[in-house]
């Protein structure tokens, strides 16, 4: 695994993303950080589908969001995210969503580990190790 602090992924706007207006429905921002973590598990070297065999998965536990600016039809975007805070089985972040330099888009975000019957476990130690 290779660990990196910001993980950046890119993405435009499509119809689908939008309200009538042809402005990005808000719910959206939170499909479009998710695809940031996913990035950054991937950009890591974490294999979602094997956690899953080995029992363990990463859920949200707490958002704490601001829609700052909105995002149109065709724009393109940069979700960035960074790990801000690492515990035995939390991972803290703060992502941003951004046009150029504009930042729309802000949250933290509080990903728990947990077991199949959704109770928090420890992190993989090698994760926990490649954080700190």
Request: hydrophobic share 40%.
């Amino acid at each position: 695994m290779e660990y990196t602090n910001i993980c950046k992924h890119s993405l435009r706007v499509y119809y689908e993303d939008t309200d009538m207006g042809g402005i990005v429905y808000y719910a959206n921002y939170l499909k479009f950080i998710e695809r940031g973590r996913s990035e950054w598990v991937r950009k890591i070297g974490l294999n979602q589908r094997e956690m899953k065999a080995e029992g363990f998965v990463f859920a949200v536990r707490r958002i704490e969001a601001d829609y700052l600016s909105s995002a149109r039809l065709d724009d393109e975007l940069i979700v960035e995210t960074e790990i801000i805070k690492v515990t035995a089985a939390r991972l803290v972040m703060e992502q941003s969503v951004k046009k150029s330099d504009d930042v729309l888009f802000q949250a933290k975000v509080t990903i728990a580990c947990v077991n199949e019957a959704g109770r928090p476990v420890r992190l993989p130690m090698q994760l926990f190790k490649l954080l700190h």
